[in-house]
């Protein structure tokens, strides 16, 4: 099973940038999928962006035209470029090799989905 490790967050203003990476310990090439996703205090975590290969990204409504996912298949590692971040951004993000069979465009998903990491942090001020 490929280990992941996020980083990267940390305590940024609103409209604010941040720029987190996920380190896979395989070559991400032979990952399919890669995606992102987050879980605020009291919510359900939720999908924010998934790539497929290094093209046909997926964007969850709330990350359209904010959040950028990309990822370096020769560091194994995927990116995901927050702007424009908002106090409703708060949370810990997580990173996965895997999809949830089902999710929606707000980006919704199982809560009994998936195994997780430590995630890392991401605190928005206003």
């Known amino acids: 099973q490929v280990q992941l490790v996020e980083s990267g967050g940390g305590l940024v203003q609103s409209g604010g940038s941040l720029r987190l990476s996920c380190a896979a310990s395989e070559t991400s090439v032979s990952i399919s999928v890669m995606g992102w996703y987050r879980q605020a205090p009291g919510k359900q975590r939720q999908l924010v962006a998934a790539i497929y290969g290094s093209e046909n990204p997926f964007y969850a409504t709330f990350a359209k035209g904010r959040f950028t996912i990309s990822r370096d298949t020769a560091k194994s590692t995927v990116y995901l470029q927050m702007n424009s971040l908002k106090p409703e951004d708060t949370a810990v993000y997580y990173c996965?090799?895997?999809?949830?069979?089902?999710?929606?465009?707000?980006?919704?998903?199982?809560?009994?989905?998936?195994?997780w990491g430590k995630g890392t942090q991401v605190i928005v001020y206003s």
């Open positions: 996965n090799s895997e999809l949830p069979d089902f999710y929606d465009f707000d980006g919704s998903i199982p809560q009994d989905f998936g195994s």
